[in-house]
């Protein structure tokens, strides 16, 4: 008897806390969107928002649905929302870009959701703000132009070792992975100097995970997305702190050289306060760096050969750009700098490909102060995003935005704050220069060898968080004749 008053009461008291602790949320929700004159926009569900149709606008291929529908709802400009458990407003257009890139530090500072939070612990020991301070700060000197010149022969070699291994002598592939495959191997060696191709395979699998659930719903139980990226980021810097001592060693015994990659220069750089950077906070930089750098220019890749398959006259133009290089060029040699200057026509393409299906579909700041934007008042500590779609798929600054039309990037290009798959203002994408390359470098290899069709005429397209071919883009390759 004792014993079921004892389970009664608890039960109450535990139907009072979850009671309780909705109320509190839902009260929260409710007093974070009753402050006046804010931006319009709906609040959607308690606690999540409208989380399910930011996300599922993607899932279904078209993310920027989400922002058009509310656009045309509620103001061109920017409406409110809230998203990933956040009070949040979305900046839409060119002049909402400049003012989110130019006010970077004054009024708005770097966020990130709470799922990329907790796969990376060193930025919860200080704060996103300072960890993207100190990532700027050491990466000039791995990404500046007299660097880059350098990768464009490696990027060369390992592209042609990448084709020899996995496509010739092929009739059908498929490209996704491939291009995961290519760019993940060139990270790992200008990153870390690591060629050994076993010893980059044991980071894919790992990697894959954590790159699908590094954006969802931050939910750490067994089975989920977010637990699998935990524990694949968990994996994977493990295997990054033991190649870190390795180097260590190798540093100190004349092994390694000081400036051979970005590792070694991460390991003997220090701060203002002459401290050096520790072991998992070094990892997590790498972590970082390969998430940032890989998925993101696989799916450009993966969209370049997709157009490339569907438009014959574009791809034909690519070829004889590419073939002018190739005839210039004395067997074995490799493409150099200048080289990649020369590839305008394809680079674009690959700008008109970004444009349509850019690989990050926005980014997130925080607003630090209250501040007033046409008219409307943005709360401290609410999330702002900008949004690449608002801009790239407008007909007001890309007339026929449908239409693929590399011709648009030529003479003076789209206007400021229009193109922005790579961010603006100071925080713009460190890597747009070696992405570049790697990309340039990758049709060059490919169209030198092969014309190809789609085995999926209409393969769906999947954003989550980046756009993907559903299946992943099979292919069927017709080598050229010698
Ligand atoms: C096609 C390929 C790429 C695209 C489309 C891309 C796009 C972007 C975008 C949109 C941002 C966010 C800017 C913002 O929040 O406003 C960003 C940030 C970043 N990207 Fe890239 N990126 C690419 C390749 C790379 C590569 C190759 C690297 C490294 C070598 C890299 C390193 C980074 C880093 C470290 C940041 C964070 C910068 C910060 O927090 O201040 N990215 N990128």
């Given at each position: 008897m004792?014993d079921?008053?004892l ?6 008291l ?5 009671t309780l602790?909705?109320?509190v949320?839902f ?8 402050a ?5 926009g ?19 291929g078209h993310p ?7 656009m ?11 998203i990933l458990?956040e009070?949040?407003?979305?900046f839409?257009?060119?002049t909402c870009?400049?003012?989110l ?9 770097a966020w990130w959701?709470n799922?990329?939070?907790?796969v990376?612990?060193t930025t919860?020991?200080?704060?996103s ?6 990532m ?7 990404l500046k132009?007299?660097a880059l ?5 490696i990027?060369d070699?390992?592209a042609?070792?990448?084709f020899a291994?996995?496509w ?8 996704y992975p491939?291009a995961?495959?290519y760019t993940f191997?060139l ?7 690591i ?7 044991k980071?894919?699998n790992?990697?894959?995970l954590?790159a699908s659930g590094?954006?969802?719903?931050p ?12 524990k694949a980021a ?9 190649i870190i001592?390795q ?5 100190a ?11 070694s220069?991460?390991?003997?750089t220090?701060?203002e306060?002459?401290q050096f950077?520790?072991?998992l ?8 760096l390969?998430?940032?750098?890989h998925?993101t220019?696989s799916?450009a890749?993966?969209?370049?050969v997709k157009y490339l ?19 210039l060029?004395s ?7 200048d ?5 305008q ?7 008109e490909?970004?444009?349509?299906a850019?690989?990050?579909?926005g ?6 102060n209250d501040f007033?934007f046409?008219?409307f008042?943005?709360p401290k500590?609410?999330?702002?995003y900008?949004?690449?779609?608002s801009t ?8 026929e ?8 990037f030529?003479?003076q ?22 992405a570049?390359l790697?990309?340039l470098v990758?049709m ?8 190809w069709q ?8 999947i954003v ?9 883009l099979?292919i069927?390759?017709?080598p050229?004749?010698?």
């Open positions: 004792e079921n008053n389970h009664l009461s608890l039960l109450l535990f139907v009072s806390i979850v602790s909705l109320f949320l009260y929260k929700h409710r007093s974070a969107f009753a006046p004159n804010l931006p319009p709906a609040t959607g569900y308690p606690v999540i928002g409208e989380s399910l149709e930011f996300l599922s606008t993607g899932w279904k920027e649905k989400f922002i058009f529908d509310r045309i709802r509620y103001s061109s400009q920017l409406f409110k929302t809230s458990g009070p949040a407003v979305i839409c257009g060119a870009n400049k003012f890139f130019s006010n970077e530090n004054k009024l708005v500072a959701p799922s990329v939070n907790k990376f612990p919860l020991l200080s704060n703000k300072q960890e993207s301070k100190k700027r700060k050491l990466l000039p000197q791995f132009p007299e010149q350098r990768y464009v022969g990027m070699t390992i042609r070792n990448h291994s996995l010739d002598n092929k009739t059908e592939l498929t490209v491939l995961k495959r191997l990270a790992c060696r200008l990153f870390m100097s060629e050994d191709v076993n010893h980059v395979a980071f894919e790992p990697f894959h954590l590094i954006i969802s719903v939910i750490d139980l067994p089975g989920t997305p977010f637990n699998k990226a935990i968990n994996a994977i810097r493990k295997e990054l702190l033991k001592r180097r260590k060693v190798d540093l015994e004349g092994k390694a050289s000081p400036t051979q990659d970005i590792l220069h991460m390991l003997l220090c701060d306060k002459g950077m520790n072991e906070d070094i990892a997590d930089k790498i972590l970082g390969l998430i940032g750098g998925d220019a799916a890749i993966t969209f370049i398959a569907e438009l014959p006259h574009i791809y034909d133009r690519v070829y004889q750009e590419q073939m002018e290089i190739a005839k060029k067997p074995g040699e490799l493409l150099n700098w080289d990649v200057n020369r590839m026509y394809s680079w674009n393409v690959a700008c490909v970004m444009r349509i850019p690989p990050l579909q980014g997130f700041r925080e607003a630090i007033i046409d008219g008042s943005i500590g609410w999330k702002l900008w949004s690449a779609n790239h798929k407008s007909p007001e600054y890309f007339p935005p449908e239409k693929f039309d590399p011709t648009r030529e003479g290009g789209p206007a400021p704050y229009t193109f922005v798959p790579f961010g603006g203002g100071p925080r713009m994408c460190p890597g747009k220069e070696y570049r790697e990309i990758f060059h290899n490919l169209v030198k060898r092969f014309k789609k085995l999926i005429p209409d393969e769906k397209i989550d968080p980046l756009p993907i071919p559903a299946k992943n099979p069927r390759l017709h050229h004749k010698p």
